[in-house]
């Protein structure tokens, strides 16, 4: 089959991740696979197979259309109306129609909500091509936050795919009343680790993720630096835009010694991060799914996360994780505390990690979704 991937952009991130994974998967069984960057920045930060294509099919957004785009929203916020993602994405979106009709792809997969309020515009145009329109995060999120200002265009998205897919069966159920053709995949696991787990015997608490302060709860690793017993300490991995602001807080609150940035780690620096680890935390406040979750768990670390969708259901409602109440940052600071103190607790929540982990093998992620694409290029 000849598919094709289109992404606001392939910088880092989990979206970006999962995407290139799933590409290169699909291209080594033998179908040929297209990657579009939206933002026409066409930067791929995590390695594509060689025989991936990479056509520059989008300009970049030209200043014009930013300030028209960011006058409509005014003029939008003001009447009370819901934004046209068309308009405020015109040239992109025409370029993206020129090269679809140019290519005759079988499929077309489709990230974001952005991309998923274009589908009826493309759909408009190019009525037989088979749309999937990929949904990375919660159902309320999408709905409520993301996509609340363009929900008219959203909604009109979801309705018109020839197949959604969310990452977790809570969403799949929202999503279903939308469309009925609705499917959950999990996330792939997206690293491999040899079959070395961690021995649980450093005092470190690990974190990974993209440094934003409001999604990621990095506000919420003060209360729990300042609650650690013993030489107990939160080791973070990863980047982004409120690095500036976490590392504030941190000498603000006297945490220097308990709460240590290690940048953004890739490859043999990150396997060895995780096996230094003797527990993992996830303080999102929203998480569709979580990778790092599943990330962790293959290197063998008990896990303690806030009660979001994502990492509800990879930890089977608190089966092989802890899930603590959302915003509930005493229980968490309890449960981890109690990990920390109980060794066997550690080790109990390590057996649990690995057994779900196996759920989220490659191979049997990559099945499903060559067998959805080719039901839907059938029309089956």
């Known amino acids: 089959m000849n598919i094709c991937i289109v992404n606001l952009g392939f910088k ?4 970006e991740r999962v995407t290139i994974e799933l590409a290169n998967a699909l291209q080594e069984r033998g179908h040929k696979l297209s990657l579009i ?5 066409n930067i791929f930060y995590y390695k594509t197979n060689e025989y991936i294509e990479k056509p520059k099919a989008v300009k970049r957004r030209s200043v014009s259309r930013k300030v028209i785009g960011r006058l409509l929203k005014l003029i939008n916020r003001i009447g009370n109306k819901s934004d046209n993602v068309f308009t405020m ?4 979106t025409n370029d993206l129609i020129d090269h679809l009709k140019e290519k005759n792809y079988d499929v077309l997969i489709v990230n974001s909500g952005i991309l998923t309020s274009l589908i009826p515009q493309i759909k408009n145009e190019i009525p037989d091509l088979k749309i999937i329109a990929w949904q990375h995060n919660e159902f309320d999120i999408y709905v409520n936050h993301y996509n609340k200002n363009h929900i008219t265009d959203y909604i009109g998205g979801v309705k018109q795919a020839d197949l959604l897919v969310c990452l977790t069966k809570a969403d799949q159920l929202r999503f279903s009343k939308l469309n009925k053709k609705c499917s959950f995949i999990y996330n792939t696991l997206t690293i491999e680790n040899n079959n070395e787990i961690s021995k649980l ?6 974190f990974v993720g993209r440094l934003n302060l409001n999604q990621k709860g990095l506000d919420y690793l003060i209360p729990l630096g300042k609650s650690l017993k013993n030489d107990w300490t ?9 690095k500036s602001k976490l590392l504030e807080l941190i000498k603000k609150n006297e945490l220097e010694d308990k709460i240590i940035l290690k940048g953004p780690l890739t490859g043999e620096k990150l396997f060895d991060f995780y096996l230094s680890g003797s527990i993992f935390i996830s303080t999102s406040r929203w998480e569709g799914f979580g990778l790092v979750l599943t990330e962790a768990m293959a290197f063998g ?3 303690v996360s806030f009660d979001n969708s994502g990492p509800k259901e990879i930890l089977e409602n608190g089966e092989s994780g802890i899930l603590i109440e959302k915003n509930n940052i005493m229980e968490f600071s309890l449960r981890l505390n109690e990990l920390i103190e109980e060794p066997l607790k ?5 057996q649990k990690s690995l057994e ?4 989220f093998n490659k191979e049997v992620i990559v099945d499903k979704w060559e067998s959805k694409i080719k039901n839907v290029v059938s029309n089956k």
């Open 12 to 15: 880092m991130g989990g979206v």
């Open 37 to 41: 960057d939206f933002s026409g920045e």
């Open 89 to 92: 994405f015109k040239e992109q």
């Open 201 to 206: 015997t450093n005092n470190q608490i690990i």
């Open 234 to 242: 939160i080791l973070i991995a990863g980047d982004g835009p409120d």
């Open 301 to 303: 670390l008990p896990v």
């Open 346 to 350: 550690r080790e109990y929540y390590q």
């Open 356 to 359: 779900r982990v196996m759920d």
